[in-house]
């Protein structure tokens, strides 16, 4: 297994697009978790997935914001009609529940909204 | 709602320093754990730390969890430019299905 992955690593798009990520976990962990990072900040939590259970969502999630986990196995969060307020790098982890083993994480995906 | 305040938010020193970064809270944590994350790269675990007064050594770097579990230190010994990076204190709660909650982290900048 290569670690979390997240795709793409880039993506500049105009304000009002449509922009979709996509992460694929590890693949013994059930847990999967977004994050948002703006420049010199700590990562905010966006939500999260048990297999394919979507448990909590943030306040921070405006309705712009959808994600999914259909198979409990990869997972996609789509921004629409997209802001600048929304440029920011966005982390994926994976953990398994139960544990303290703490979140493997990508290299997130930084969007910039020009 | 849980909330940790990391400090110094910025540290530069010398190579051959000590440096010690603090992580608080009001919230108890069922456990608290520490990232060091490089630019352009996601958080990469440094350690977990589950008992209060709990210390844990990796190498230089030096962990500790406070006695009521509501804070942390982290301390580097003879930083080296390697150690140069944006540390991360992040708490778990049961109440928050131990979900993470991230401080704002402490950017370390260690020159040679």
């Known amino acids: 297994d290569t670690g979390v992955s997240q795709n793409p690593r880039h993506k500049i798009t105009k304000r009002g697009q449509n922009v979709t990520f996509r992460c694929d976990p590890i693949?013994?962990?059930?847990?999967l978790y977004w994050y948002r990072q703006t420049l010199g900040q700590g990562p905010e939590f966006l939500t999260y997935f048990q297999n394919e259970a979507q448990l909590e969502k943030s306040r921070l999630l405006s309705d712009r914001f959808s994600a999914e986990r259909p198979k409990g196995s990869f997972s996609t969060l789509e921004i629409q009609r997209t802001e600048q307020g929304d440029s920011a790098m966005y982390l994926c982890a994976s953990s398994l529940s139960g544990t303290l083993n703490g979140y493997t994480f990508g290299s997130g995906t930084r969007l910039t909204v020009v | 709602t849980q909330l940790l305040e990391q400090s110094p938010q910025f540290l530069s020193i010398q190579e051959g320093e000590n440096l010690t970064v603090y992580c608080n809270s009001s919230s108890v944590f069922s456990s608290l754990q520490w990232y060091r994350q490089e630019p352009g790269e996601g958080p990469v675990l440094l350690v977990t730390v589950v008992t209060g007064g709990e210390v844990k050594k990796l190498k230089r770097l030096t962990f500790q969890f406070g006695d009521a579990r509501k804070d942390s230190s982290l301390h580097i010994t003879a930083a080296q430019p390697g150690d140069t990076g944006l540390y991360l204190c992040a708490g778990a709660t049961k109440a928050a299905g131990n979900k993470l909650t991230f401080g704002g982290g402490t950017r370390v900048l260690v020159k040679p």
């Open positions: 693949s013994e962990h059930n847990r």
